[in-house]
């Protein structure tokens, strides 16, 4: 008889659930992709109910259920930092009690009645081991040191483990707790430079790629790198731990400048375009800031990285935590740390926490040992053609099957111009679109980047794309040998070959990078096929790929989802499974508008 495993995580941000079935993944989804608000924190009901379906079986046949963190840990942490913060914090205590006397501190009770499983079922991991657990146990390596850095945990912000194939399979190493915290800081820039805390940091990353680090030496006095491996903050400059909305103090607007507003527009020297010398040199701060900032996080992720292989003597370093979403920071570990691989699960923020508290549970728990080998990221849920065709033809649309030809079709319709929406077989794990929930473009024209920004996605004209290559056209990158299998995931921003950006330049970024997807035929058959087809037609297998969204919006996970997304946008075409579909009467669903 199979055992049967469900992880979940939620109520911070990115909930989700993830079924193990005898120790292998059989479905995980994030909650935002079925209740459409994005990095949706709420108990993950659908998500959990989707992943019962689809292995056939009820919350009766599920052996555990484990959470991925500990609550009333987690309690202790607020109460403590409350009293020792006081008074500054009588703002934020009331609010904090309010949330968790309502029904975070009663989670087990709550689990119990939400989900209809049995108490003596129901486990609780440690939200870094979570982590920790996504990272090593999902990876193929035999040893490695495992490095989390997120926001905070229980207490944990940062932690470093050494994972092996023996019991316990991951041993602690060190910690640096809260308040200290990576994650935060680059956070709170976030917030000075105007855009959302747990949504915006991809945006500081890509602006900064148009600054300069001219005020890497001003972040020295923010955080300082200590002997151990660690790192501690001048917390005059932050108020997370006491301010019920903002996590800076005037201290760091004073040393960085007064803060961008939201949607103020950005137009650096690196930018072409027309604007106000005011607003040029504005932007250009604004960019220097958010270099300075990537800098010094790299700086620390060495730090640290140095202190790990000292530790361990591993030859592969798995990350884990929201800072291991940092594609630029990635590269930099691999170009110059100590560790000749590394390795990130495609969903390492707390979505993946679901991932790592299943596979704790299996291995850690139940002593299960570890098989190994390669991680897939089609786990999410697929689209049947029945009711597709069905709604296709109550909403009026014009489709024709293509099937077996879908690759060719495309391939033409991408050369005439046109962009699509590509959506094909299970949805991907984590939140980088793999070809499987993606919006695509002919990479080659110099306009196609502005336009999917500006008029498909209506969000930051200077945020970049990804390319996504197969093939021979993997030889136009520069990837440092211990980045390969970031690679596969778009997990890592890598150099590009001198050319590249005359022939793609929809795909490369301001500084000559490019985060770049080296997609398997045996991974993503489909959409392997089809940047076979566009590389003999161009010499250049390799196309625009960008989640299939539009800003503010979690990706498509559904027919329904697709076809609302499609209408809204300025798509030209929409791929669905086999089903080439054309855009209706523009009278029956005329397309938003650009703000």
Known sequence: MSTFILGISALYHDAAAVLLQDGVVVAAAQEERFTRIKHDASLPVRSVAWCLDQAGIGIEDVDWLVFYEKPLRKFERILSTAVATFPRSWRAFPRQMHSWLGDKLWLRTRLVQTFGVKADRLLFSEHHLSHAASAFLASPHRKAAVLVADGVGEWAT?????????????????????????????????????????????????????????????????????????????LDYFSWHWH??????????????????????????????????????????????????????????????????????????????????????????????????????????????ALGAALWVWHGVLGNPRLGGSFAVDLGPAIARGPTVDLLGDLGFSWTEVDADAPDRATADLLAGRVIGWVEGRAEWGPRALGHRSILADPRGAETAERVNTRIKFREPFRPFAPSVTGAGLGRFRPAPAEAALCAHMLTAVPTDGS???????????????????????????????????????????????????????????????????????????????????????????PLKAP
């Not at 190493?173 to 915290?181: A, N, Q, T």
């Not at 805390?197 to 890497?216: L, Q």
């Not at 019920?244 to 961008?260: F, Y």
């Not at 800072?323 to 630029?328: E, H």
């Open 244 to 353: 019920p909305s903002k996590s800076a103090t005037p201290k760091l607007e004073a040393l960085l400048g007064p803060p961008r507003a939201p949607g103020a527009p950005f137009w650096p020297r690196a930018r072409p375009g027309d604007a106000s010398e005011a607003v040029i040199a504005e932007s250009q701060r604004h960019a220097d800031i958010a270099a300075s900032c990537q800098a010094w996080l790299e700086d620390a992720l060495l730090h640290m990285a140095a202190h790990a292989k000292a530790q361990t003597g591993a030859d592969a370093l798995c990350l884990a935590g929201g800072v291991a979403l940092n594609a630029v920071a990635n590269h930099r570990l691999a170009l110059d740390g100590p560790f000749e691989q590394l390795w990130v699960q495609p969903a390492a923020g707390d979505a993946g926490g």
């Open 500 to 590: 590249l950006a005359e022939d793609a330049p929809a795909v490369v970024h301001i500084d000559g990078s490019a985060r770049l997807q080296s997609v398997s035929a045996a991974e993503h058959p489909a959409f392997a096929a089809l940047l076979e087809r566009f590389g003999q037609a161009t010499g250049l297998p390799m196309l625009l790929n960008t989640s299939f969204n539009l800003k503010g919006e979690p990706p498509v996970c559904t027919a329904v989802d697709a076809l609302a997304t499609f209408t809204r946008s300025g798509l030209d075409l929409l791929y669905l499974d086999g089903l080439r579909i054309e855009r209706p009467p523009s009278h029956l669903y005329p």
């Open 158 to 234: 940062t932690s470093l483990w050494e994972g092996s194939n023996a019991a316990p399979f991951l041993r602690p190493l060190g910690e640096v707790r809260w308040p200290h915290s990576l994650g935060l800081v680059y956070s709170a820039v976030t917030a000075h430079l105007g855009f959302a805390v747990n949504e915006g940091e991809y945006k500081v990353m890509g602006m900064a790629a148009y600054g300069r680090p001219i005020h890497r030496a001003a972040f020295d006095r923010l955080a300082r790198l200590e002997s151990d491996g660690g790192f501690s903050l001048d």
